[in-house]
């Protein structure tokens, strides 16, 4: 049944998947209050069925049993839901049954078990970390309890018919002990191939991974001594976008949210949230024709799935490339499950190769995305238009990814033109932003050789994503809050400011004053879990270059959020270092906050002025990420919040993957085997967890 879907009587929107889905659906509208549920009989009129039932689940039933095989076009008039004003006075001509009755429609069958052990056993193998033999392990021992219980129950209704005078060795008897022998709950899910039938059987379509070849090179094998040379692929794993969109996108609720719109007014922009709220959304042509297209954030990180302390470290980094779909609400979007994997490649391998011949199944997928893609759910064609408008990750990645030098290059920004040499002399110096007219010249010049790299820092590869008809390297207005602040700017800060106050001997600060008051320190319900560790040592104090604090990211937020609190007591209230962290404070609110008004980016812009005043004139350290700090009021105006591009949630898409190569110990192909994996892992999130309230 997966080619039909049924009508909803109410919305008149088509529900993929038969029967499998509508109940829920109903239940939605009774949760909405679209009607009252205790006032509601489901009624079965096909062919004058005239079946009434109180439940939602008992007509799911009836429909399965008495009308499987239904047409599509026909299923609006079987399923009809009518409102009664009056549940007490019930039709004439029907028949009545409740969820408790005894009624054949109400009886459970073997079916439907099976689906129900098939479907647990589809959960239990989702879980990345846990190794397909002990999935097999699993089936093994329930289907041996299944068997003792139906051996178990066979005996005893043996001996009952023997007690009541009953001959068990007649045919009818025999017909009726049978059916507790060859009970097979788990067929259908033994393997993963049988496992991934079985859901497309539920009108799922699952996102099959498949084999890039990027190049080929040349080994030494000795067979019994004699050298021989072979040639060996060099492969990557690719899950095509567009399978993964046509998931996504298979429930109609979800294609509701392309038509959402902000409630800022597009040509007075007076509050900055998502992607169409900026400028470029508002400027764009293409998005004027198109507004309710699919916007994508792609997303690449390097991730060790190895002992990274080991002499094997590097050999089994992959580097990941997934997106994340920007229509939908931040609330849904803030979970890792709504990130979608595309591409696991060996980190070796993408610096052999290069990025540009790893993205081209990607690129050549989006082609056909921002022409349209018509995919049919049932009878009902949908015509999926989606675009890339963002692509996030930190500094490194994102100059392999765009064809640029790297962080540490002469010219290390991304968005302007600024020179190490002239941040040194002046941190605050604003120089012209890069723009597409700005990088033809440069790349032209370099790839015919009249000026180096180093001279407007960009590689003569350039970068494969300008290909995009929507989409230029230099239009890409996003900073990362995560890796700028978290791990840069706020960790680096707290040290110099920890440092000095040891200095001042009146102060009585000491390594272990410190520790005493974070361990001590309630941080609250909220931020137990990410309160920070009381591991501050002499050598961060005195030397924070060469020594770095040992927090995580969501850590050093907390730290510096309850640094007044901590060490408030004993500072003067007029202390300049104090007041730089209170301009740090407002800043990470600031650019943590989903909604930005036109007043806070003014707040904004003076607080990044007064501390970087108060940073420079005090301390003689010159980070790339301190720059970052003047741009983002300039990025927000363009492409709305800097939340959206927070990379937090993409790091904590890492941990299945870790968590995968730890349990399972299996690194031969590791690409193929995780991209299999990860992919089984996105179809099972999205049926236990589709994107409503």
């Known amino acids: 049944m997966a080619d039909v879907s049924i009508v909803c009587f109410f919305c008149r929107r088509s529900i993929p998947g038969y029967v499998e889905e509508l109940g829920y659906h109903l239940s939605w509208h009774i949760r909405n209050g679209h009607f009252q549920k205790d006032a509601v009989f489901y009624d079965c009129t096909f062919r004058k069925c005239q079946m009434r039932y109180t439940n939602q689940k008992s007509l799911k039933r ?19 839901v009518q409102g009664d004003p009056f549940p007490e006075e019930i039709h004439p001509n029907a028949s009545v049954c409740d969820n408790g009755s005894d009624s054949p429609e109400e009886t459970l069958s073997l079916d439907d078990i099976k689906k129900t052990a098939s479907l647990s056993i589809c959960r239990l193998a989702g879980d990345v970390g846990l190794p397909q033999t002990k999935v097999l392990e699993a089936i093994k021992i329930c289907e041996n309890v299944v068997c003792q219980v139906a051996e178990y129950l066979e005996k005893k209704t043996s001996v009952f018919l023997a007690s009541n005078g009953i001959e068990t060795d007649d045919e009818e008897s025999q017909k009726f002990l049978n059916l507790f022998r060859n009970i097979d709950l788990f067929a259908d899910v033994k393997t993963s191939s049988l496992r991934k039938s079985f859901l497309r059987r539920m009108a799922v379509d699952i996102p099959v991974p498949e084999p890039k070849c990027l190049g080929k090179r040349s080994v030494t094998s000795h067979k019994e001594g004699i050298p021989k040379e072979i040639w060996i692929n060099d492969t990557m794993s690719y899950i095509p976008i567009i399978d993964t969109l046509k998931l996504v996108f298979r429930n109609p609720r979800n294609r509701e949210f392309l038509s959402a719109t902000d409630s800022s007014n597009a040509s007075e922009v007076s509050e900055y949230s998502s992607f169409r709220t900026g400028s470029l959304f508002n400027n764009s042509e293409y998005f004027k024709q198109h507004p309710n297209v699919i916007r994508m954030s792609v997303y690449q ?160 590869c350039g970068s494969i994503l300008n290909e995009l008809p929507n989409f230029h390297i230099t239009d890409n207005w996003t900073l990362d809050v995560m890796h700028d602040l978290a791990e840069g700017i706020i960790p680096l800060t707290l040290q110099l400011v920890m440092g000095r106050y040891v200095k001042q001997k009146d102060l009585r600060f000491t390594k272990s004053f410190i520790n005493h008051r974070i361990s001590t320190f309630n941080f609250g319900y909220v931020d137990r879990k990410n309160r920070p560790m009381a591991n501050i040592t002499d050598e961060m104090l005195s030397a924070p270059g060469v020594h770095r604090m040992k927090q995580t990211a969501t850590q050093n937020f907390v730290f510096l959020r309850a640094f007044p609190f901590l060490f408030g007591h004993r500072i003067p209230v007029d202390c300049k270092f104090m007041l730089m962290i209170g301009h740090l404070i407002n800043i990470t609110r600031i650019l943590l906050s989903p909604v930005v008004s036109a007043d806070m980016l003014a707040w904004l812009d003076e607080h990044v002025r007064l501390y970087n005043e108060l940073f420079f004139e005090n301390f003689q350290r010159r980070i790339n990420k301190s720059h970052h700090l003047q741009h983002y009021s300039e990025l927000i105006r363009r492409s709305g919040s800097a939340k959206q591009f927070n990379c937090l949630p993409f790091e904590q898409k890492n941990k299945p993957l870790k968590n995968q190569a730890a349990t399972c110990r299996n690194f031969k192909n590791i690409c193929k085997s995780v991209a299999e994996r990860q992919s089984f892992r996105t179809v099972i999130d999205l049926l236990e967890n589709p994107f409503t309230d």
Not at 62 to 80: N, Q
Not at 391 to 412: Q, T
Request: aromatic share 8%; proline share 6%; hydrophobic share 35%.
């Open 301 to 460: 990180d390097d991730v060790e799935l190895g002992n990274a302390f080991s002499s094997r470290a590097g050999k089994n980094k992959i580097s990941n490339i997934c997106f994340r779909i920007q229509n939908f609400p931040e609330k849904w979007n803030s979970s890792p499950s709504t990130i979608f994997p595309v591409i696991f490649v060996l980190s070796s391998l993408a610096k052999k190769h290069g990025y540009n011949k790893i993205l081209e199944p990607l690129i050549h997928d989006l082609k056909k995305l921002e022409q349209g893609v018509a995919v049919f759910y049932g009878e009902e064609k949908v015509i999926l238009k989606a675009t890339v408008t963002a692509f996030c990750g930190d500094s490194l990645a994102m100059h392999d990814v765009f064809g640029l030098l790297g962080p540490s290059a002469k010219y290390f920004c991304r968005v302007c033109t600024i020179s190490r040499p002239e941040f040194h002399d002046d941190p605050t110096k604003e120089c012209p932003l890069r723009d597409a007219a700005w990088y033809a010249t440069n790349l032209a010049a370099v790839q015919c050789g009249e000026q180096s790299p180093t001279e407007c820092g960009l590689k003569a």
């Open 62 to 80: 009836h429909i399965k049993e008495k009308h499987p095989l239904l047409e599509a076009s026909k299923i609006e008039e079987i399923v009809d």
